[in-house]
């Protein structure tokens, strides 16, 4: 007999060996994972999770189950919703991009707006509830960018911060957020409007692409100030008005949003002229935050408070030992320039540019390694602040790439030798009382990104 099998098996069968079931031999059978799960590491948040969780908790809060027993899990039922269509004519890649997301990141309002970094959803709610987060705690994200850790613990019933040094960070989250609730009969009338909501927000910042689009001089839109005095009503009475009912300073923000991504896009790609961009992103809007009010109708009153605040990382507006959780992402050094990704957007809502930089993490200094060293620096003190903030034995994680090539040039030291953005972080964390847990990392596969792994660091606070 091949001496393999002997070893493998009793009686050497590599059918008996076939039939065993990896997953049995990891999860309870009462257990169901989601379809789509095809990574390691998220079969090590499963395992967690099933870990972690009471049976109950996974039911209502679990990222990897489709079902306990008989019963389907929520995760399950908010990914796959009530069959609202996708409308006749949207395109294939759209389809398809939900189709393949539908557990992961294509659910609930984390679709609105493309914003560069972003976090992968189911994640996120795998990692609050493996970092032992329940009801009543409150989760930070220091870097908040569009919101994802905010969009989340709201859904879990789990109070949520979030703090951004971009205005439009700010503007982004909180419409994702509101969207879960938002009214939509007016969003409906808009898009049958949508030509002079068009007009009305380019009247107030120019179109995209127009010649000599110069947004320096150009009315700084309240964005919270609908019901603020000086600005909104007097701007209600430019020529081209919203149609009734979207003067509501949530609905506003969600068309303006809307407006946001379209114009942002259109000064990127001339594929669609700005117009139909506008329209067709604002389907895509209404059809997402359909989607996921149909699956929440009657259980509004679970969603959790989530408070997205602008803010900087690096002296964070809380009180020490008041968070029962942080999870963040840094900018991974310089590898994106956050300001001239979002210029059109934060233009238009009168940030200036220049000031802002002065606060931006990875973009302050002027040679690259200037800019590698002020990054170090400026991570040591976000660190410090996720400690001072952070209740003892509680986790703070942190989801970051690595650039050991990036690094390796401006360092002028052979990849290997490069100290991972990873490892820099652990290392500062811990001599701020921030001691490593658990190291595990996933694999980035798309073909633009300079980055292939990607790690989630946890540290307890000591
Ligand atoms: C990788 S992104 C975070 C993306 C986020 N996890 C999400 O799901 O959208 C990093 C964020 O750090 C923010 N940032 C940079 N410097 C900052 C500072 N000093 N304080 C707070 N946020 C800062 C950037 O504006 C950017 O949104």
């Known amino acids: 007999m091949n001496p393999t099998l002997a070893k493998l098996t009793p009686n050497g069968q590599v059918s008996e060996i076939l039939s065993e079931k990896i997953y049995d031999r990891m999860f309870s059978a009462h257990l169901e994972l989601v379809p789509q799960l095809n990574e390691v590491y998220e079969l090590e948040l499963a395992y967690y999770e099933s870990r972690i969780l009471?049976?109950?908790?996974?039911?209502?809060?679990?990222?990897?189950?489709a079902r306990v027993g008989d019963t389907f899990t929520r995760h399950f039922l908010i990914c796959s919703g009530e069959p609202v269509r996708l409308p006749k004519h949207s395109s294939s890649r759209l389809r398809s991009f939900f189709q393949t997301n539908q557990f992961k990141t294509g659910y609930a309002t984390h679709g609105l707006f493309p914003y560069r970094g972003k976090f992968h959803p189911q994640m996120i709610k795998g990692l609050i509830n493996i970092m032992g987060l329940k009801p009543d705690d409150t989760v930070l994200d220091p870097m908040m960018g569009s919101g994802t850790v905010l969009i989340e613990a709201r859904l879990m019933g789990i109070k949520s911060v979030g703090v951004d040094a971009s205005p439009f960070c700010r503007f982004m989250a909180r419409v994702k957020i509101d969207a879960l609730t938002v009214p939509l009969a007016p969003v409906r009338l808009a898009l049958a409007e949508a030509k002079s909501v068009f007009e009305y927000f380019g009247s107030k910042a120019g179109h995209p692409r127009s010649e000599a689009l110069d947004l320096s001089g150009c009315q700084t839109v309240d964005l919270f100030g609908a019901t603020q005095s000086s600005s909104w009503s007097a701007r209600k009475a430019s020529s081209v008005g919203l149609p009734q009912g979207c003067e509501e300073e949530r609905i506003h923000n969600f068309l303006l949003l809307a407006y946001l991504d379209a114009a942002g896009y259109s000064q990127r790609s001339t594929r669609r002229p700005p117009f139909q961009q506008f329209q067709a992103i604002l389907e895509r809007y209404l059809f997402v935050a359909e989607k996921i009010q149909l699956v929440l109708e009657g259980a509004e009153m679970e969603l959790a408070e989530a408070k997205p605040l602008e803010g900087d990382a690096r002296a964070l507006p809380l009180e020490d030992g008041s968070i029962d959780g942080i999870i963040f992402s840094p900018p991974y050094s310089f590898a994106i320039d956050y300001l001239e990704n979002d210029q059109f957007h934060l233009g238009f809502l009168g940030t200036e540019l220049s000031k802002l930089r002065q606060d931006m993490i990875g973009l302050r200094g002027r040679t690259p390694r200037q800019k590698y060293d002020l990054y170090k620096l400026d991570m040591e003190k976000v660190l410090a602040e996720c400690a001072r903030v952070l209740r003892p034995a509680r986790i703070c994680t942190i989801v970051v790439g690595t650039n050991n090539n990036q690094l390796s040039r401006i360092l002028g030291v052979h990849p290997e030798e490069v100290q991972g953005i990873d490892e820099l972080l652990c290392e500062l964390g811990s001599s701020h009382g921030l001691r490593l847990v658990r190291r595990l990392s996933r694999q980035i596969t798309g073909?633009?990104?300079?980055?292939?792994?990607?790690?989630?660091?946890m540290l307890e606070r000591v």
């Open 54 to 65: 009471t049976d109950q908790e996974i039911m209502r809060n679990g990222a990897y189950f």
């Open 447 to 457: 073909m633009a990104n300079t980055m292939r792994t990607e790690f989630i660091i």
